[in-house]
């Protein structure tokens, strides 16, 4: 079991920054990959970032690339998303992801980001 907690979500004008912080328990965190994907009002929920299990390896969508930055801390049992220069079509719910391997697929419980042009 791997229970998943985002934070850091919150209201910001367009050109800002935020962080979300996901914190997870339960199994070893740094046995698994984790993922950042989000849901836009009336669309389908998208990818974002992941990064795998020893943070030597991420991975992007081409929409955030060069402003997303993912990045983990096994010690904290926590993996960041860092956002700069948002913009109005980054509004979304943001959910922490995994899905280690021989195991079901754990979800967090999202945490809403809000873009103003």
């Known amino acids: 079991q791997v229970q998943l907690v985002e934070s850091g979500g919150g209201l910001v004008q367009a050109g800002g920054s935020l962080r979300l912080s996901c914190a997870a328990s339960?199994?070893?965190?740094?046995?698994?990959?984790m993922d950042w994907f989000r849901q836009a009002p009336g669309k389908e929920r998208e990818f974002v970032a992941s990064i795998s299990w020893r943070g030597t390896m991420t991975y992007y969508a081409t929409s955030v690339k060069g402003r997303f930055t993912i990045s983990r801390d096994n010690a904290k049992n926590t993996v960041y998303l860092q956002m700069s220069s948002l913009r109005p079509e980054d509004t979304a719910v943001y959910y922490c992801h995994t899905a280690p391997s021989g195991s079901p697929e754990y979800w967090g419980q999202g945490t809403q980001v809000t873009v103003s042009s």
């Open positions: 339960g199994r070893p965190f740094g046995s698994y990959d």
